[in-house]
């Protein structure tokens, strides 16, 4: 919706600016033509929107997860079954990207054997799609 076109602008004006994720607000703000508007966070209504997500997802998967954690962050696809489908893993991948994008999602994507390695890989290896 329009909010989510605005927290998205102002996430690449951010960016480009040069307001990396995890740093102190105090040097953030320092990096922008204005200070950041800040929001409480919103646990409960980030995994609504996840469990959200799982919903639009499912033509990709039959099998989908959101991660079990205090912060829910993450969407867990069991594709081993599917691939065949789509042709390959990377395309899949892809097609999994370019869906979540078109919702108003940023993601990162790691294809792996086991769900430690893909989130591992996913939090710490792959680029953003």
Do not use: H, T
């Given at each position: 919706?329009?909010?989510?076109?605005?927290?998205?602008?102002?996430?690449?004006?951010?960016?480009?600016?040069?307001?990396?994720?995890?740093?102190?607000?105090?040097?953030?703000?320092?990096?922008?033509?204005?200070?950041?508007?800040?929001?409480?966070?919103?646990?409960?209504?980030?995994?609504?929107?996840?469990?959200?997500?799982?919903?639009?997802?499912?033509?990709?998967?039959?099998?989908?997860?959101?991660?079990?954690?205090?912060?829910?962050?993450?969407?867990?696809?069991?594709?081993?079954?599917?691939?065949?489908?789509f042709g390959s893993e990377e395309r899949l991948a892809?097609?999994?990207?370019?869906?979540?994008?078109?919702?108003?999602?940023?993601?990162?994507?790691?294809?792996?054997?086991?769900?430690?390695?893909?989130?591992?890989?996913?939090r710490y290896l792959a680029q953003e799609n």
């Amino acid at each position: 919706g329009k909010r989510g076109r605005f927290v998205e602008n102002c996430c690449v004006r951010a960016s480009q600016a040069g307001v990396k994720v995890g740093m102190p607000i105090a040097e953030a703000a320092s990096l922008l033509d204005r200070p950041p508007a800040l929001q409480p966070a919103d646990p409960e209504g980030d995994l609504l929107a996840l469990k959200d997500l799982v919903e639009r997802l499912e033509r990709f998967s039959p099998k989908i997860s959101v991660e079990d954690d205090l912060v829910a962050e993450s969407l867990f696809l069991e594709i081993g079954g599917v691939v065949r489908i789509f042709g390959s893993e990377e395309r899949l991948a892809q097609e999994v990207a370019n869906a979540a994008k078109e919702l108003g999602y940023r993601v990162w994507i790691a294809v792996a054997d086991c769900v430690g390695a893909a989130w591992a890989a996913s939090r710490y290896l792959a680029q953003e799609n």
